[in-house]
Structures are given as structure tokens and as C-alpha cells.
């Protein structure tokens, strides 16, 4: 069973060609580009596969607010294309999405069916792009993910290991609420919903969400980060937390990013580990990297 990822850098693209899986082919640029729907027909015609994940996106939250052309054509346009291409061969579609589609009022975490109400250009693009997946691939599972670390590519995680070689006092937030979870254990969870949705008679094509199970907020997040760092001989800064109130970006975030699972477990059998029994290993990687590298800021 042939997989096609579409996106090569990114960290759940990079988790899935981690997987150990012989039959996932993860591409990206230049190979593929959601913003060309001629070379996205060119590779489904070469690789022939039998489900897609589509992995690509504009990723960036803020950078999507005066960005707004590139987020739209990367978030909605090219999903729409993907979406229109695998209907059209009959292959089933995998399009991961986010938190971000939600403003983050609810009280308790989101079901797959709430309403969403984007707060930011980013989660509007995201939005979009679902909704021309529903309308032009009958055959697809939309997967929302959130507060997604590994040690593979750009996250949190990372970022504030970067930091802290700089600065001896970090300002976080301590008002938004989430599930962290692990990417390469979202990757094994896909790869458990593509073996699933190409089996004869499936039938249950909608929304899920996967996401851990153990909540906690940004700046607890980042005490249990350092902890383990320190623990291994690594970077790690005192954690000030603050509202989100004083702590403006230029795209607003949900407070709450809790994506409620029970329906993926429901139907995939898919039930994510706590995420600080994998946050150990993500840090010991990264801190490891970090001794090897000059102390820049990262990107954020």
C-alpha cells in the first residue's frame, strides 16, 4: 500500500517518513507544490498511491496575518486542488488541520462538530481549506491536531531550548490551554487511520480529532521542558508567566486548544500516550543538538 505525503520538511512529514513505514513516500518542494495543480496531477499520476496525507501547509500563525495571499493559496486553494484530484482517481484523502479553527471560548475540550469560529488569518485559511476537502473529496478524513512537539523540525519545544542558551528568564503564557502532543505518535496514529480508510466497506469519512489526553498550559509546559533539560546537562531559564493579554502577537490565539479524541478512539482504536513520557526524549535529542550548534535565536 502505496502512501503519498504531501510535504517533506515539515515535523509531522518528517515523523511520517520516520515511521519506519516502507510505503510512505513523502514529497515536497520542488517535487510537489499544493500551489501548482498540474505538478500535484503529475505526482499522483507517478507514484499511483493508494491514500494521501496531505501534510503541507502555511504554517505560520502569525506570519499569516500580513501573508494572507500565500496562507489562502497554500491552506485552502491547494487542499481544494489535492481534493479535487484524489476524487477524481478515487483516492481517499487525509488533510490535517488544526486547533485554530476554534476561538478558543468553549469550556471544556472541542468535539469534531463544534462550531468553528477562527480568531486569526491562519485559522480562517485553515478552515477554508477544510471545507473545500468536505465538498470535493467524499472519500476523506479531516484530522485536527494541536500543540504538536518532537524533536524533529520547528515547535515549542525547540524554540524554548533555543532560548534559554540566551536568556535566564523566559515570559510564557499561562492562560492557554491545551493537549501537548507527540508528532511521531500522531504519524503512527495516521498511519493507523490510512490502513483503516483503505480497507473495503469503510465508510466512516468526517472529522477527528488526534491529540493527547493530559492537559496543561503553555507556561507549565514550559517548566516540565526545562526541568528535563536540566535534568540531562541542558539549557533551561526561569519561567515568568504571564496573561495572553500581556503577551500580544500579531495573530490572536485560542485559550483553549483541547481537542477532545473520543471519536477517533471510538472508531480507529487510536489512544495517544501522555505526552511527558515523550517529552524526555525530544529534549535529550534536541539538548544533544544544541551542544553541537552556535547559540542564534531561533525563529519564532
Not at 493559496?73 to 484523502?93: D, H, S
Not at 509546559?221 to 540531562?232: E, T
Not at 486548544?257 to 501522555?274: K, M, N
Request: overall charge negative; charged content about 20%; glycine content about 8%.
Amino acid at each position: 500500500m502505496t502512501i503519498l505525503v504531501i510535504g517533506k520538511q515539515g515535523q509531522l512529514a518528517l515523523c511520517l517518513g520516520a515511521a519506519g513505514h516502507k510505503d510512505v513516500v513523502c514529497l515536497g518542494r520542488p517535487e510537489v507544490d499544493l500551489a501548482d495543480e498540474t505538478l500535484l496531477a503529475r505526482v499522483l499520476n507517478m507514484v499511483t498511491p493508494k491514500i494521501v496525507i496531505n501534510a503541507g501547509a502555511y504554517t505560520s500563525v502569525d506570519g499569516a496575518e500580513s501573508d494572507a495571499e500565500n496562507a489562502f493559496a497554500l491552506n485552502r486553494a491547494g487542499p481544494a486542488a489535492l481534493a479535487r484530484l484524489c476524487a477524481a482517481r478515487g483516492i481517499p484523502l487525509i488533510h490535517i488541520s488544526t486547533d485554530c479553527v476554534f476561538d478558543g471560548e468553549k469550556a471544556g475540550p472541542y468535539e469534531p462538530d463544534d462550531e468553528a469560529r477562527p480568531l486569526s488569518v491562519y485559522g480562517e485559511s485553515k478552515w477554508q481549506g477544510e471545507e473545500a476537502v468536505r465538498q470535493l473529496c467524499p472519500q476523506h478524513l479531516i484530522v485536527r491536531v494541536s500543540w504538536v512537539f518532537s524533536e524533529y523540525a520547528h515547535n515549542f519545544v525547540r524554540t524554548l531550548l533555543h532560548l534559554a542558551r540566551t536568556r535566564d528568564e523566559l515570559t510564557v503564557v499561562e492562560d492557554q490551554v491545551g493537549y501537548p502532543t507527540y508528532c511521531p505518535d500522531i504519524a503512527e496514529g495516521l498511519l493507523t487511520m490510512a490502513a483503516a480508510a483503505v480497507q473495503p466497506g469503510f465508510a466512516a469519512w468526517g472529522t477527528y480529532h488526534l491529540a493527547g489526553m493530559d492537559e496543561t498550559d503553555r507556561a507549565s509546559m514550559a517548566d516540565a521542558i526545562f526541568a528535563a533539560s536540566r535534568h540531562l546537562g541542558g539549557p533551561s531559564a526561569r519561567v515568568i508567566g504571564v496573561p495572553t493579554s500581556d503577551y500580544p502577537t500579531p495573530a490572536k490565539r485560542p485559550l483553549n486548544a483541547r481537542l477532545a479524541s473520543t471519536t477517533t478512539f471510538l472508531t480507529f482504536g487510536i489512544r495517544l500516550p501522555d505526552w511527558k513520557t515523550r517529552l524526555e526524549h525530544s529534549v535529550r535529542v534536541l539538548t544533544s543538538d544544541l551542544a553541537a550548534a552556535p547559540a542564534a535565536e531561533p525563529k519564532r
